[in-house]
């Protein structure tokens, strides 16, 4: 190993050269151009590391063998928790730009043309990387209309892939959690699977066992408990009078054959409901901390949008973008509707009290806690 | 003058002993109502702060004698920007308010109703200050209709008088700036004034004179120069092509009578539109600052909308909000439309590059500036 | 139970009430005094809800039977956090008091005297919970002369009990890590009970059992595999030159009695050293995030210390504080000084390098994850 | 004008190509390291942005021109303020860092050996060109022991040229303020230029005139009112019976020659002392921003110093930093002196009350507002 030294380590000598201001080129004094390269490389900066956390939590999740009794999984937790920390910041940088006032932006605006922050692509990557689907973007096709075809293949190869979303439905699918009743139905609950006119019991049993999460300390544990129409009964208990139709809702998130534009399927969402109900045993926490943690981000990635919207109509007003696009507009809709985790954030509406909470059989909550030294 | 001591003069023992969880009450166990109290608590105390800073800048912009030299223009810009800087911190809280889990909130959320920060009147009325007219609120008389009458009479009399937002206007409006034409047009604009048919030259001019702003340095020294019809020209030529439909807009915001439902008289948003294009000259500078600070303001209010949003969204998901709103739905909303200095945002639309624009006449430039002692 | 409503709920009658300036009682014009006031109470409402969070977390700790198994460890870790997180918002606050000049202080800062934020008994009664004590307050006595007797004797009796640091020494203690050697003592280390001339290999075995933690997984799980003699040597190899005398503070953090100014035993530091070494197996996840949490409430303190200290020196420059203090220099002193949880953080010192690390027994690694279901 | 390319115009090859992990070289996994190169780059391009603001505004305040009046004063305030904006992103990115554990940091500290974030030479230059003296630095020579000698005469160059803080100096030196009494003396005030035994009155009122400001508004707007005797009384009036030797301080900042250590003349102070006191005037509004705006950048540069020093504490005890500094005292020591505008910083000892500010004469008071125009 020879000897490092810092300059060299960093790369500087590239870093601090790669600020090439068109104003300069131009022989037209434009100070603030330089903070607008700047704070745009920094940025891309940071959408690299983004990637670097979430390509590296894609590849645990993607191990078919990750469980909740993995190492692995604080591994995921840490880093999910990183990419929030470093979207604050992504946030808070806005303030610096926003130092820039509409004026000092025109001196070097028209040169740009017809670059925009549209063209980032590391950004658009991020989301298909994490879980925004095609055909839930703003305008579709829209926002790969200005990109190279380069960087157009790295995020429809994302989009082809499984997302980190895809993923986080798989591992939870694998988790063990409350079965279903073994009579293939939660009472009440519409024909569990709606899809097949020929149900007969037989075929239902066996698609409820091919539907159902492994039974937490296996089925003998749970006896003859039937958790989902004990829950699902507590739930509709809950319920104002006027929001009585949550409970087909509900039905439909839990126990249906989910539309095909959700990622999440209800063996996903009945694992996932569970872990936030019952995150206080100890080997549901760290799923738990999981669940949050993705919250965490979408909620950060959606102030960010939001922040960046304001901020470009404060600059431009109602001016066309660099880019062409009608600016404000655009972001505005792409921020209303990019949330990437929002099937996970709507099983909040299916909670009850605590207090309420059917109590688990001593069998089942064994297996919740760790292995006892004695 | 008697000895003052920290815990009395800040009545602690009233600040202290305010907090009364209705789970106490009932005997029920939730650790985190102590939290909802608090974070509340410190909203309101923030909240009359904002007013205090509120009341005290309407005061001042409300003296007629207020001009561009007077002294206290400059406390009107700090004490905005401290509103801001308080904004921001309690964007920052609502950090605090997410460490409390869904279900942790279910502990006691029931034990409210029909209460609902939907009842702080304190940002409402702060709102109506400020100049959020009763015609632009989302659901009109609905945001009032959880509220004390005592505090709906509060209400209605801001609204009834000036806002802050009206006397920015009237402000402007005394403002000495580039005079209009005295011909009574700008070259290439429709009748100045639009809703008399009668109009002849000599009523016209009538008409333009007491629309217009008192001509900075007196009308001599503008000369023969006619700024509105010469910055017109340059706005026109800086637009692209799709945007051609803009001069319109230019037409209608600067030079024509203007709907009902706008606060800023064209008279007003010309002095505004001067102060932005001309803020290098140190006189400018002070009012530059207070329109820059009032969309600081508007930014921090809309980030603070955004975020309580996706808070409530990511706490009761799809729930009725506990005063029965329909929670995330109205908060949208209201989010999406309560932009209260939209007006002077909407300036930014028709700036043009620095070196584009018109060279002031000398004797206008002095004017400017400081005396010089010489 | 009846309807409650926002404004009785949060007792806003009592709250937004209790602000009396002192410049008005004087008919003295001071605007800045209501900021002032209401920082102030915003500051002792957040302290009241960190003594809230704190007191649940000592509640917690104090039981006996806690251990790394029990549920209540995340409630520990969740509430820590959410005081490292409300710290962070009191430090954001400090902005907006420094939107007061020193100039603007000058208006009422006389009439407060001899109030000081010196006064807050609430701050200094949450160091002492916390851990800090009073041996190492800086200017010993001091810091309570200026308190009412009411207060200081809850701030005596919070030292005089278990503080929470103390709390989280004897849960090390308790926790099952790796045995010291079964003859007694760490291969190079000298004597490991140095208070006692008389040992013989008896007495020091006695001494040692006493001393150690339970062995995790039992002692059989471990074998022949002295832990502690490997780690050490280890340890010792990835001393640079110049760190080698690290080597005697390594005994003495981990062998030795400690001096009685320290709070963590070495069989604490032992336990609280695995901890951060392995944390990557389940069941050390939890402690290590509790130890995490710690350094991170510490290192907030330290940061609001220290903008505190700036913020008075830049309203006060060398003049004396309202409560007579010398102001920057106490406030300097106890930045420097009191940093709680630095037993902590000092164990940083002796990590090395993941991939050098002593590899556990696979019997021990077993009690170190969850129950399979199988 | 050819078409601009986002990707191209940021250079983005560049700037994400260079990124090559020591680990990797190593074959060794250590996924945080491009955490660590990546923010060092971050810290690297924003350094690089601060340079730029700096150089501007060390650009404007050179030229001898520039006084109260000039429209670039608001250049300078408004670029120093977005130094302070930017800083504080850089604060808020050590939360980035501090996700990276010690354990974590472990797994390619020692790869980088010797190279560390001493050899930042951007940092060193900054402090230099702000206007940190080497003799003020800690450790002398030190902090450029490990820097190449290309950016050791970066560093020594701006060291020898005018700093900001001199410039500054220089400009307040030029500011007309309230003039010393033409008797040449302060009542009460020792000699006034005490380096020379010899005075008699008429060279002591040459240097008097020599060392004085212009008088604001010509000394005739004066008439017999000598402020600062009226001052300086009213001033020692204010102190508390321990402050008393105030005084003493007050004459040696604002009437005597200045030990070289300082920057700052008697005469520059008296400026700035001035501008503190009657920034309510419109003239002096600027140059008031402008002062506070560097206490801010000082206040925020300190805080930065300070939780760098505690976030390297935590990540390697009290190990030996990679660079072989000993790290956490070195930085310690660094922060605790590091104060570039000190000088400014200190004159808040000597403000009064507002209500007992000598009032000015009316023909001075005219001169501190605009030209009113009739």
Known sequence: MTDVHYHDYLQLDKILNAQQPE???????AHDEMLFIIIHQAYELWFKQLHHEADSVVGIMRKPSLNDNS???????????????????????????????????????????????????QFKLLEAKLGLKFEYRHGKEYYTSQLRQEHIDLIKKAESENSF??????????????????????????????????????????????MDNSPLGGRGAWGNFDFW???KAAYSNSLAEVEKNNIEAFDEVFFQQRETH???SSK?????????????????????????????????????RHRHMNMVHRMIGTRIGTGGSSGKDYLKAAADKHYIFKEIAQLTSFLIERRKLPQLPKAVERTLGFVTAD
């Open 23 to 29: 104003s300069a080129k131009n022989n037209i004094s």
């Open 71 to 121: 190492p692995e999984l604080q591994t995921v937790v840490h880093r999910l928790n990183r990419m929030a920390v470093i979207l604050r910041v992504l946030i808070h940088q806005i303030d610096i730009l926003e130092t820039m006032t509409p004026m000092d932006f025109l001196d070097f605006r028209d040169m740009l043309r017809p670059a925009s922050g549209f063209q980032s692509w």
């Open 165 to 210: 979303l895809q993923l986080v439905n798989d591992w939870l699918e694998r988790m063990p959690t409350a079965p279903l009743p073994p009579k293939g139905g939660v009472a009440g609950t519409q024909p569990l699977l709606n899809q097949d006119a020929n149900n007969n019991t037989a075929t239902l049993q066996s698609k409820v066992s091919a």
């Open 229 to 231: 129409t004990t829950y």
């Open 262 to 264: 959700y990622t999440f």
């Open 268 to 304: 996903a969402n009945r694992a996932a409901l569970f872990i936030m109900l019952y995150r206080g045993y100890p080997l549901l926490q760290l799923p738990f901390q999981l669940l949050n943690n993705l919250l965490e981000i979408d909620e950060q990635l959606s102030t960010w």
